[in-house]
């Protein structure tokens, strides 16, 4: 089992930038992959970006090129670099950790709003 607990969301207006934190409770190394997922209103959660334990990363189409994922093992802790955001990034941003298919968990979530 893992907690996971994000932090980092906010009010911002088009084109900011915002950095999104999930501290996790034990090693991330031992997490097979972590990955951020969003949800807007009346809309499915879609993956925005993941990162393997091995450091392979991937990105929605929608957030290619101002998406950034990282991690610092040290601090057990991924983060999701957002840059040039859009009125249409405006979700529930979730943070998740798989050790495999169907044995994954969620943290709480946190409202990312970009609005001016």
């Known amino acids: 089992q893992v907690q996971l607990v994000e932090s980092g969301g906010g009010l911002v207006q088009p084109g900011g930038s915002l950095r999104l934190s999930c501290a996790a409770s034990?090693?991330?190394?031992?997490?097979?992959?972590m990955g951020w997922y969003r949800q807007a209103p009346g809309k499915q959660r879609e993956l925005v970006a993941s990162?393997?334990?091995?450091?392979?990363?991937n990105y929605a189409d929608s957030v290619k090129g101002r998406f950034t994922i990282s991690r610092d093992v040290a601090k057990n802790t991924v983060y999701l670099r957002m840059n040039s955001l859009k009125p249409e990034d405006t979700a529930v941003y979730f943070c998740?950790?798989?050790?495999?298919?169907?044995?994954?968990?969620w943290g709480q979530g946190t409202q990312v709003t970009v609005s001016s």
């Open positions: 998740n950790a798989a050790f495999a298919v169907r044995d994954d968990y």
């Open positions: 034990r090693n991330i190394f031992s997490i097979y992959v």
């Open positions: 990162i393997t334990n091995g450091g392979t990363t």
